[in-house]
Structures are given as structure tokens and as C-alpha cells.
């Protein structure tokens, strides 16, 4: 024993000085790399020194064996017997309670969801938690990775790889199984409240960054879940929406990401989606099973929560897992026969050669829940990913990068300087450990502490206090407050209530039928029954301003909302939805009497679905925020450099009405840059904005929802350590009607159902075919160097074309080149124009010259027509540049063999 531990310890101190001997690896793209290449699987250090250290302790202390009360199950497994043989062994000694309690996911003990797991058979529960920016459900200790919508702007799957890495060791070291993540849909309309979490609208791109992230999770030994399949595009009446879609657009844009995520990315799970696809909810639908086994999937199947109204149907049409589900239903349904006997047999089977195949059954992840796992080199990642992903999208006359000498004093303006949106909300939320400031880290770079200054200048896209009293008169009265009434499908039909105080929040829920709560001693809450079946809600009365000025409203509600004053309505565009803030700003003028109604319907179409979520709500808020920005255009009027931070929150539940900035930031924005026109933004948002400012101000960068490290990398960016080479996943059009969605048929729906009728024409892909010009194109991204396009020679290889462009540095600082391949169709395949086919990448020192090999498959050349894929005969050309609109160079080569 003590030679063992003799020779173990000598091979640790070797391995440490191998480890020392290392470099310490910033992730840099120093080399070319193209769409389709894989990077290798590198160890970092730490690793080196963590696997060592742990064999140093086994070999001192041994760990329990899992498999120590299952003497049958060690021997199969010593014997090489396969996943699938292990299962059934396993699966034949199982009893039906048993058998009920694998396919049921609930949360417990810490884990989002989990299963009941055999411990007489030593099958440990499957754990499974969000989420697709790091690991979610209030968990603690763990990176805050950028969203990954900012990850798809770096146009880079090797960063993909390691971000996914740094998910799956958090979560093998939490004990967690599967991270339920990426997700792989289109940003079908730019107001997505989710569109945060996902890679843009493109399918190439959203195949290549989600199979990348997949393989970099899977390389640390747990499953990714790939979610939501499929056309899951918006939040608004999620639950029971009916898609409708046309095979050829499913095929070819909808579905595309998910088979490359099991085709290439081997995926280990797979998560259903809400809304009904063509008329069938999709976790009931056999077909999506058939779909997933056409591509060759052979991981699990699960529903999303409350996806599958029908927990039988969904496992009699293939799914694994479901999620809510009452095991004594289930039980009862196989013994009545409505769930044969073979599809739970099934399930199981399914779960059992996964957890073999990935040896979670003899070899499970340790740790818990809130377990540090956060480390230097995960903070690396995260704020090398934040780095690369912000877009330059204005830099007149060379504002940018800025001299911390000859650029100040500087005005910070904007709450989000001071505490940054760093991700958005719902199941993708991660806390994050810290979280980097931009104020902090600007006046970090300046060696005089009064050479930067900030101002708050706006209110944060979040919740305001409440109106006063004293501004609100109620209805035929002369009393303080707002009528409030209630309509409902009681035989009493209407009840209405003076709340004469502020009103924080309204729940439904929380009172006995027929009868309001009022708690607390100014009235904060009142609580309404839901078991009244309110339908509706409307607030009315009088609102007036103390003073003339600008002021924020903030709306808060469960459903949807609107709200007019002198009957002119305010675009705080609440939709339905599962909870959101939705702020406005207007002009009031002292002393007027505004005719203020407020319609709510607290649970609108989704009332069933809503049964299983939290209770209504509803919440109105104000600020007059004139004095704010009148300090802030001081401020601007005294510095020599401005820098305005604006951001907006969406998550989970719910969809953006518009693409405006919350509340008052665009007139904060114009304000300020009217006096000061070397005004640089900084936007952190979900997605796509407008910019009625854009004219003024000097520069523009996007940061997106940059996690943790939003600071560090922002100033890294402004200051020039870092060259920007983030490029645009989504269009960002002057307006929506540029994108083609211009019906409420299309989006949000009507009578529960949105078409599809745009076909294949989503995103750039309709602005091409339409030859419209947008705010800033798909791809599109400057640097503070400049690139040439010097040469490209196209040569068939098997099945598809390798081109290869030369790139030459032409500027006078280092940068990296991000390349793009947009391939057009023959006029007979009714394809739009220019989509995108690949892309690469190389890093360059001023001067250089250097080549990137971009491989475009024979599938990318595919169209889907009548229920097959089909290479149409005829010229494909193959346009080379910078964004969708920047295409310098381009070839015509026929169909490939």
C-alpha cells in the first residue's frame, strides 16, 4: 500500500511540474478556423492537478462502490456487457411502482428535476437542471456565462466548445446529470421574450455554435438536453398556440439545428416544446419521435414542464420523461390499459441504456447543488466569450478605442453602468458569483479618480414605485385612488373596489371567493380570489402630474394589459404572457386631469395552462425622471467623452410589444447627445433595438446580456485591449415590418393560432428577397482595424465545395477577420437570395496575410420538396464578404456530385 502511494505521489509531483510548465492559454482564435472543424479536447493545468490530486485520495481512501449491493449488475459490467444489455437486466428485475417512478421527473433535494432512480437495483436518480448560460434554479456558486445569444456573435465554435465545457464540469461537479441546454430556435421575430437564449435566426449558424456547445458540455461527462423542438418562436400564449408551419419551412430552417445537434453534435437529450404543431401538441405527437429516430437520435426524449397536457399520450407517442405527472395516474392507466404496458417498458429501457452509456450508473457525478464550483479559469471563459462577442456597430470618425489620457473627463451615464443586465430572466437565470461593473472598470483605467464621473440618468428596465395617492382621483368620486372592476363568470358577474392608497401589487389567489383582501396598513397588496373566474380587470379614474416632465411608467402583470390616458394608448406593450415589465415614457403637463383606464385580463387565453404557474398579478408604477436627465445632460455638457449605458430585461413568459428601449432611454440618449455629439453607446440587450438616436451619437456598441465579466470585457473593448470582432446573429432592421411579420395571423396569433406564412422568407432572408435595406445586417461587425479580400478559389471536393479566401490585415492594429459564405440558389428552387452557407475565421498582425478554408457541404445545396430533399441542376453562387449586404467577391459552380 504505501509503494502504491509512494509511486502515486511521485506521479503527481511530475504531473504538477508538467502543469507548471504549461502557459497559462488566454482562448484566442490565433489560427484560422472554419465552419465544421472541431477543436481538439485540451486539459487544461488545474484539470491536471484536480485528477491527480483526486487519484492521491483514492488511493489512500477508497470511494464506496455504487454498485456494491448489486453483485449481478458489476459482473455484467466487468463482463463488457453493452448499455442495451445492462438495461434489460435491469429493466427485468424492476416492478411497476419502480418502473412509474423513472419515467416521472419532479425537483428535489436541490435538483430541478429528477427521477425516482432503483436504489435495490443501484440506479441512482437522473438529475437534470437548467440551463443554457450556465446552471440555473436559484443555484448558487457557478459561472454567469454570457447569454448565449452573445456566444452566436462571436461566430465562433471553438469559444462554443469551451463554453459548453465549463457547463458540463459545473454541472458533473454539482452531481447534476444533463444540463438542459442549448436551445436551438430561430429568433423567429426579433420581440421573442426569449430570443436571448438562443443563437439568432440563422440555421447554419445556430447548428454550428449549438452543436459546438453540445460536444464541449458531453466532453465532461453529462448529457446535454437540446431544446425546445421545435418552432417554440415566442412566448405569448405558449402553452396552447397552434403553429402552423409548411414541411419545406420546417425542414428546412426549423429543424435544421436539432438534426445537426444529433447528427453531429450526438446529443444525449432532447426536450419537447409547448406550443401545437399543426394541430398536434408536439410531446403527444408520434411523429416527432419518428422525426428524432430518422436523424438516428437513441438519446431521451422529455417534456417541457406541462408541455404535454396528456402525460399517457405523450409516453405512447415516444417521450421518456414527463414532467408534471402523477405516478398514481400513470399507475392507474396501465392497470385500466389506457398506458400499455410497452410503451412504459419503453421509457425505461430508454433512460437505462443512457445512464449505462454515459456510466452514470457505476460511475455517477458527485457533488450537490450550491456547491462552488465557479473557478479562475471558468471567470476566463466567461469573460473571453463577453469579449469577443460585442459588435462595433458605429465608430465615426474613430471615437473608439478610447485614450484614458486624451479622451477624458468622461461622463458615464445610465443605470446600467452601475448595475448591468448581465442576463435575462426565467428557467436560463443564473446567479452569478460577481458581477463586474462598467462604471468600476472605466474608472479603473483612469489614473485621476475626477476624471470619470456618472450620472443615473434613467431608470433601470425594472418595476417603479408606485403612483401616489395624491396624483390618482377615483371614478364619480372625490376620493384618492382607482375604481377597480372585477368581471367574472360568477352569477354576482362584477364586483368593484375603491383602492384609495397605492397599490404595489394585486394578486388572484390569495382571498376567499367573492371577498378582497387588503393587507398591510397603506394598502400594498390586495388579493383577489381566483377561484371567482375573473376574466377581466379594469382600473379607471384620473391621473395628474405634480409637475411638467417626462415620466416612466412601469407595468407588472400576468396576461395582458393595456393602458390609455385621454384615451390615447401608452406603448408599454404588455402581452400575454406569464409575467413581465414593461415600461413607457411620456410628457405630462402639471395640473391636467388625465383620463386614465387600464384594461387587464390577468390570465387572458392561457387561463388553463396558468393553473400551474404562480398567481396573477399586477403591479403600476411611476417616476418622473425629467431631473435625472437634466443632471445627466449637465454632466454630458462637461465632459469631454460621454459614454451611455441602455438596456432592456426580457425573459421567460413573455414577449417585447416593440423594439424600443425601455422607459425613458432613448430621450436620455438624444438629450445627452444633442449637447455632446462624442456620445459612445453601449447597449446591453437581448436582441435587436431601435435607435431613433442613431444620427447623433459618435458610437455604438452592442454588448448583448455579457454575464458576470459585463464590465471587464466592455472596457476591454472601449480602451482597445481588445479588438471588436463580434458580428450580427440577428438583423437589426429600422423597423419590424422590415422582417415581414407584419400581421397579428403571423405573430402573436389570433384565436390561439400563428401562421407560418412567411415560409422560408425569416430574417435577412426576407430583406434579401425583398432587397430591403436594414439598421445593421446578418453578419455584420466592425473592427478598429480593417480587412481585404484578396482572392477565392473554389474546388469541389466529396460531397460539397472547399473555398478558400485570402485575408489580408490592412490596418494598423492586430484583429481578427470573420469571413462569410452566403450561397444563392438556381431561380428554380424558390429559395431567397444569399443564405448563409459558412463562414471561418483568422487573427492577423497589421500587415499579415493569411487564408481560411471554409468547406460547404452538398446538403447546404439541398432545398425540401415534396416531402424529400432535392439538389436542383443549375449554377449555385457563392458570394464571399463581411455581412449578408458586404459581398465583394463570388463564384458560380454547378450543383455538387
Known sequence: MRRRVRWVLLGTFLLVLLAAAVPAERPHRSTPMAIGRQPAVRVAPSRLVRATTRAVAAAGQRTPDPLARCPWLAAAIRAGAGPDQLAGLVLARMTLTEKIGEIVLRPANGFENTNAGVPRLCIPPLTLQDGPAGLGFGDTGVTQLPAPIALAATFDPSLAWKYGQVQGAEAHAQGIDVVQGPDLNLARVPENGRIFEAYGEDPLLTAAMGTADIQGIQSQGVLAEAKHLVAYNQETDRNLVNVVVSPRALQELYFRPFAAAVTSGHVGAMMCAYPKLNGVYQCEDPALAAQLAAWGFTGLLRTDYAAAPDPVAALKAGVDLVKPADPGALLAAVQSGRLPMAAVNRAVHDILVVAFRYHLVENPPAGRPNTPVASPSHENVALTVAEHAIVLLKNSGGLLPLDAGADAPIAVIGSDAAAPVTGGGGSSAVLPPFVSSPLDAIQARVSNPGDVTFADGATSPAPLPPIPSSALTADSRNTPGLTLTLSDSSSAGRHTVVLPTPVVRIVLGAAPRNRYTITGSTVRTIAIPANAGVTSAVFSGTLTAPTDGLYDFSLSCTGSATMTLDDHVVPLGVLDGEGGTRTAALSLHAGHRYRLAIHWQPFGVTSPAHALYDRAFFALGWKDTTPAIDAAVALAQRARTVVIFAADRTGE?????????????????????????????????????????????????????????????????????????????????????????????????????????????????????????????????????????????????????????????????????????????????????????GFGQVTLAPGESGSVTITVPRNVFSSYWNGRWTTWPGGYRLAAGWSVTDLPIAATVPAPS
Open 653 to 837: 413568459g413573455f414577449d417585447r410589444g416593440d423594439l424600443n428601449l425601455p422607459g425613458d432611454q432613448n430621450a436620455l440618449i438624444s438629450a445627452v447627445a444633442d449637447v455632446n455629439p462624442r456620445t459612445i453607446v453601449v447597449l446591453n440587450t437581448a436582441g435587436p433595438v431601435a435607435m431613433p438616436w442613431l444620427s447623433k451619437v459618435g458610437a455604438v456598441v452592442e454588448a448583448w446580456y455579457p454575464g458576470e465579466a459585463a464590465g471587464q470585457a466592455i472596457a476591454a473593448v472601449l480602451f482597445g485591449d481588445i479588438d471588436p470582432s463580434g458580428h450580427l446573429p440577428v438583423t437589426f432592421p429600422t423597423d419590424t415590418a422590415q422582417l415581414g411579420i407584419t400581421t397579428a395571423q403571423q405573430w402573436p396569433g389570433t384565436q390561439l393560432t400563428v401562421r407560418y406564412s412567411e415560409g422560408l422568407q425569416v430574417g435577412y432572408r426576407y430583406l434579401n428577397a425583398h432587397q430591403l435595406k436594414p439598421l445593421f445586417p446578418f453578419g455584420y461587425g466592425l473592427s478598429y482595424t480593417t480587412f481585404a479580400m484578396n482572392d477565392m478559389r473554389v474546388a469541389p471536393v466529396a460531397g460539397g465545395y472547399r473555398v478558400t479566401l485570402t485575408i489580408t490585415n490592412t490596418g494598423s492594429r492586430a484583429g481578427t477577420a470573420t469571413p462569410q459564405l452566403y450561397l444563392t440558389f438556381p431561380a428554380a428552387a424558390g429559395e431567397p437570395p444569399e443564405q448563409l452557407a
